[in-house]
């Protein structure tokens, strides 16, 4: 069956400083691979998708992710944090061909210090 | 242009009572999800349509839960007999496409059973 594992539920970081927010995914064939983010009071919002060809995939707001077959991993990245990232962030698996629905992990709370 | 919109942004309704929110999703928009938000955990997924017809209702958690498509459009998921355990946001999303399309959220309802 599918799954994602977010493992973190809470990352702190200080403002400018890198973040990687880990994902693991357990799916039978190729998964599609989403990241969105969450708001207070707003919906989700697509930060980026993996479907195939290059593994390292950008997105809106400076993220990126890495798509990694061997480790089941889709870890999203930002090199330099904004106060205004806080937020909540929930990677997603999909790819059923019958079905586009969406597995999500439980997400990660990331808050920003100033 | 006009995103998801969902009405009502929230409901309070007592136990036993019976509830319908309302999606209206992006036009053109062939494939239309609906999914559930417990606190503290990611989106859960309800029920899928591809048109008027619920393609994957696997996600149902019971009987009492329903959800209809007449039009291809908007979209009403249907709750009878509610329970306190139903209390939650759910989250319309649609998409051009299904598979692998991004598809994109609503701001969600939130369902408090008293």
């Known amino acids: 069956a599918q799954s994602v594992t977010q493992p973190d539920i809470h990352i702190t970081v200080s403002e400018g400083a890198s973040l990687e927010l880990r994902c693991n995914y357990s799916y039978g064939a190729t998964p599609y691979l989403f990241w969105y983010v969450q708001s207070p009071g707003q919906g989700l919002q697509l930060l980026l998708k993996y479907f195939s060809g290059d593994t390292l995939v950008q997105g809106i707001k400076g993220f990126e992710a890495e798509f990694k077959r061997s480790q089941s991993s889709f870890n999203l990245r930002k090199p330099s944090v904004h106060w205004s990232d806080a937020a909540e962030y929930f990677c997603?698996?999909?790819?059923?061909?019958?079905?586009?629905?969406?597995?999500f992990g439980q997400g990660t709370t990331l808050q920003v210090k100033p | 242009g006009a995103g998801v919109s969902q009405t009502p942004s929230n409901k309070v309704t007592e136990k036993g009572k019976y509830v319908e929110l309302r999606c209206d999703p992006i036009?053109?928009?062939?494939?239309l999800y609906w999914y559930r938000q417990s606190l503290g955990q990611g989106p859960e997924f309800l029920i899928y349509f591809q048109g008027t017809g619920a393609a994957d209702d696997s996600g149902l958690p019971n009987d009492r839960f329903f959800a209809v498509r007449p039009e291809g459009s908007v979209s009403t998921l249907k709750i009878q007999r509610t329970e306190r355990g139903d209390s939650a946001v759910y989250l319309c999303?649609?998409?051009?496409?299904?598979?692998?399309?991004?598809?994109?959220f609503g701001p969600g309802t939130r369902l408090t059973v008293l």
């Open positions: 036009s053109g928009h062939t494939a």
């Open positions: 997603a698996v999909g790819g059923s061909s019958n079905t586009g629905k969406l597995i």
């Open positions: 999303a649609s998409s051009f496409l299904s598979f692998g399309d991004t598809q994109y």
